[in-house]
């Protein structure tokens, strides 16, 4: 079956960087588009990010522009999500899912399989 699992989270200070990972399996990874989202305490969960299967097409949230970046390595089944500048509005818990699709969709609805989530917390 398919399983998506985040890691690279923490707590780090406004203005730094942290890494998350999510390593899939049970899937042709090539063939999926890759998002990121996130939800923070008492709100809903958004669209942060998202990449084609072949890396070509890339969505990102306007908060985020300029500062996180979405990339992929299909031979290493894994999603990235590099985070600069971070805020304290982006303390959030972020997850990854996949949509087989050639599409690059925001909606949290078109996606099939979610991760367990890696807490980030940015500290003021």
């Known amino acids: 079956q398919v399983q998506l699992v985040e890691s690279g989270g923490g707590l780090v200070q406004t203005g730094g960087s942290l890494r998350l990972s999510c390593a899939a399996s049970?899937?042709?990874?090539?063939?999926?588009?890759m998002g990121w989202f996130r939800q923070a305490p008492g709100k809903e969960r958004e669209f942060v990010a998202a990449?084609?299967?072949?890396?070509?097409?890339?969505r990102l949230q306007d908060s985020v522009k300029g500062r996180f970046t979405i990339s992929r390595d299909n031979a290493k089944n894994t999603v990235y999500l590099q985070m600069n500048s971070l805020r304290p509005e982006d303390t959030a818990v972020y997850y990854c899912?996949?949509?087989?699709?050639?599409?690059?969709?925001?909606?949290?609805?078109?996606?099939?399989?979610w991760g367990q989530g890696t807490q980030v917390t940015v500290s003021s």
């Open positions: 049970g899937l042709t990874f090539s063939k999926y588009v």
């Open positions: 990449l084609s299967g072949n890396g070509g097409t890339t």
């Open positions: 899912a996949d949509d087989f699709s050639i599409f690059v969709l925001t909606s949290e609805e078109i996606y099939d399989f």
